[in-house]
């Protein structure tokens, strides 16, 4: 069975291999599959023991682009799913972090040389982040319960310039430079519940008051970012 | 065949499940321990920083009552925090490494310090406001609303009727309690101190690393060490080539101008062992990937120190032979204050039970 599988896989790979070098036969458009690749770079060649900030959230990238003209469509997809608890001996904080990054665009690649290929174009971006956490506290005066819940969602457009190396026919790697411009709206929610410990002048004993209690609050911001180009991609070409 | 894999997979989620299975201990109490007279911090008022020691450690200054000022700052590592980027409230990462706090009063020539790694403010008063009010960091909308919170908490009305004598918790005297005791984390104790001032001797490594440090490759140009501030001249930034595209531009986002980019506040040394990892971003995990940095690694850019540049203008690559790399390291080590770090009148003045 196992012997199967492996003959399928290996038989899909030369007709992939098979169908994107026949010009004559196949389609008129080529494929790109690009992944962010800087901690396996980094892995491989040993750079250096360093770790810049990266901003660029897409961590998966699709173009298809006519072969006639070279101009196509590019998508480019990042999430991120992050779920912690920590604290310590007298606070426990758990946290639920969803990042959505979504771009769709027009892009027209060139080659320069043999070896090189730049391409240019413009995208539409969508984001949503949504962070929840909650905080439980334990002290001699107060226990708390507060959930703090921030969304982001972003809408924008702006171009992008990207530079690949072309390793083979099939496999590139390069880096993009991003003037994208971004308009956000911040929500922040508080939810609390707080136990406190009341003295009551009358009895002169002490007793439990909880108080639970909703804020919320917004925002819009409008930005415009230059992305520099500190990441690269590891694109394949079929 | 196929039962036996099946019963296979079944363990192995049953264990994946057990892994995964929450087993925190219950929450103990925490209780606030305090002396009943104040401690000794050489101020005229030292209820004062007593306050601010309390508000220092206390959760209650973020808006989910989850991290504190110390959060970032640990006793231990000179008040910086031992990651490259700290958490916020909501376990968001900062865009900065938390700077040590140390030596914070000392100013030069009556000039008060720049403050943050930008420069974005130069008085203490204000300086510790912002990270409460910072939307990763604490996450407090306003400085009122904080007043307003911890005017409930029953200890914070004893400890603004001894420094103040009003129960009144105000915003104006939370920012005077957390700079009042900020400026009191003096670091004048390391063995570099009692080598310059009471004669201590050092050890021939540390002799060497103290000529290269600041004879043969002038770090002292920038790193005054023998200032406990770090520096003579206050405010001080620098852009030291660490690329030649920064993401961060550091100080230009405070100042506007294109001439600022990449630069960022030049650190001062004293604990430096302490206060991994390195640069503005965290970037170097240790003292060794400093020096490689200086070594080879100097990046060109339009604003790039001149005192990082050849005499042809070139990036001034160092070329540090590893002997020599040691023995600087060993001499930043007599810059650790091991009596700071320690000091019963800076630490967490909350237990738990």
Redo the contacts between chains.
Sequence with gaps: MSKRFVAAIVASCFCVLAYGQDDSIGPKSDHYIGIQANQLIKQILNF????????NPYLLTYAVTSRRTGSGLSIGLGYNF?E??????????E?E?NDFSLRVGYEKKSSLGKRWMVGFGADIIIDKDK?V?V????????K?N???I?TAKGFGLGPRLSLNFKITDRIMLGTEATYYFRRVK?S?A?N?TIT?MEFDPNTGNTFPVTRTDHTE?SDKTKRLQFS???VLFLTVKF | MKTRTLLLSLLMLALFCNACKNDDPELQTAYLELPGQPLDYGQFNDHIPTLGRVLFYDPQLSVNNSVSCATCHKQVLAFSDNTALSKGFENRLTTRNSMPIQNLAVSSFGIPASLFWDGRENNLRQMVMRPIVNHIEMGISDPEVLARKLSVVPYYRDLFKNAYGTEEVTSAGIAEGLSSFLASITSTNTKFDRHNFQGEKLTALEEKGKALFIGTYDCNACHQVQNPSGYIFAGTFSNIGLEDNYADNGLENTTGHRSDAGKFKIPSLRNVMLTAPYMHDGRFSTLEAVMDHYSEGIEDHPNLDPRLRSATGEPLNMHIPEDDKTAIIAFLNTLTDTHMITDPKFSNPFKAR
């Design positions: 250096s023991n360093s770790n810049p900030a990266i901003d992050n912690t608890s920590d604290g310590d001996a007298i606070s426990r904080r946290t972090i962070n956490t905080n439980i506290n334990d002290s001699e005066f107060n708390s507060i959930e703090t921030s911040n922040f508080v609390s406190t609050t520099v180009p500190a």
